[in-house]
């Protein structure tokens, strides 16, 4: 089993047309933030801590379970060749938990994605889009 999930669709439902402020991802104009905050909404209604950021490369959903798991959720919009605006977005998931260097030394370790998050997303997903597929990459 692997470690991480990841998830591709298409949907009209979120931006990735129109002019992007060029103060979000250090200048890069990335689509994605509506899909973020999205997401963001769809785990905070499920009872979990969430939240979104922009990065330089795109957008991350940042979440918590309990004290210990972290997860987070990051979203590309896939242009094709052309690098036309495209409809296709990709999720990328990974989770971390509490770990131990030699025994003793605290630190934070990636285990597989908990059901429960999969859940949230999977059923966000299915409600806004189609085409919906293992991504790969």
Do not use: C
């Given at each position: 089993?692997?470690?991480?999930?990841?998830?591709?669709?298409?949907?009209?439902?979120?931006?990735?047309?129109?002019?992007?402020?060029?103060?979000?991802?250090?200048?890069?104009?990335?689509?994605?933030?509506?899909?973020?905050?999205?997401?963001?909404?769809?785990?905070l209604a499920s009872g979990l801590v969430a939240d979104f950021l922009d990065e330089d490369w795109g957008w991350l959903v940042l979440g918590l379970i309990g004290e210990d798991l972290?997860?987070?959720?990051?979203?590309?919009?896939?242009?094709?060749?052309?690098?036309?605006?495209?409809?296709?977005?990709?999720?990328?998931?990974?989770?971390?938990?509490?770990?131990?260097?030699?025994?003793?030394?605290?630190?934070?370790?990636?285990?597989?994605?908990?059901?429960?998050?999969?859940?949230?997303?999977?059923?966000?997903?299915?409600?806004?889009?189609?085409?919906?597929?293992?991504?790969?990459?």
């Amino acid at each position: 089993m692997s470690l991480r999930y990841a998830i591709k669709f298409k949907s009209e439902q979120f931006d990735f047309q129109s002019e992007l402020p060029e103060e979000y991802n250090a200048g890069n104009r990335f689509y994605g933030k509506d899909l973020a905050e999205y997401l963001t909404n769809s785990f905070l209604a499920s009872g979990l801590v969430a939240d979104f950021l922009d990065e330089d490369w795109g957008w991350l959903v940042l979440g918590l379970i309990g004290e210990d798991l972290h997860f987070d959720v990051a979203i590309y919009n896939l242009l094709d060749d052309s690098e036309q605006p495209s409809n296709e977005w990709g999720l990328w998931v990974h989770a971390y938990g509490k770990g131990k260097i030699l025994g003793f030394i605290p630190k934070r370790v990636e285990i597989a994605v908990p059901q429960f998050v999969v859940d949230v997303i999977n059923m966000a997903i299915k409600s806004v889009a189609y085409d919906i597929g293992d991504w790969d990459d």
